[in-house]
């Protein structure tokens, strides 16, 4: 059984930080891309960030444009975790935050390419 457990969300000031955590379990986690999607209030999911199924230097990543520059995606595939660093946060970055995995090939901003989700975890900041 898959399982993604997300960890890490909170209530924080603008301009403060946040790491969020995915833990991941019951598959074979270096065969999947991971991404980040959030969920503000009465808006649709949207995508966040992705990352390849390398880790360390040879990871390739993608971002939305909001958030590049603030947040890094990176992955540890010996302790099957990803993580989403947010720095400078902005009171728009309110969301519940999902990270899902993807058996596809390529990365992917489409959450139609997910093959897991996790159940979220909030993140608030104030302005």
């Known amino acids: 059984q898959v399982q993604l457990v997300e960890s890490g969300g909170g209530l924080v000031q603008a301009g403060g930080s946040l790491r969020l955590s995915c833990a991941a379990s019951g598959l074979t986690f270096n065969k999947y891309v991971m991404g980040w999607f959030r969920r503000a209030p009465g808006k649709e999911r949207e995508f966040v960030s992705v990352i390849s199924r390398s880790d360390g230097d040879d990871a390739d990543t993608t971002y939305t444009d909001s958030v590049k520059g603030r947040f890094t995606i990176s992955r540890d595939n010996a302790k099957n975790m990803v993580y989403l660093q947010m720095n400078s946060l902005k009171p728009e970055d309110t969301a519940v935050y999902y990270c899902?995995?993807?058996?596809?090939?390529?990365?992917?901003?489409?959450?139609?390419?997910?093959?897991?989700w996790g159940q979220g975890t909030q993140v608030t900041v104030s302005s």
């Open positions: 899902a995995a993807s058996f596809r090939v390529s990365q992917s901003v489409n959450p139609s390419d997910y093959n897991f």
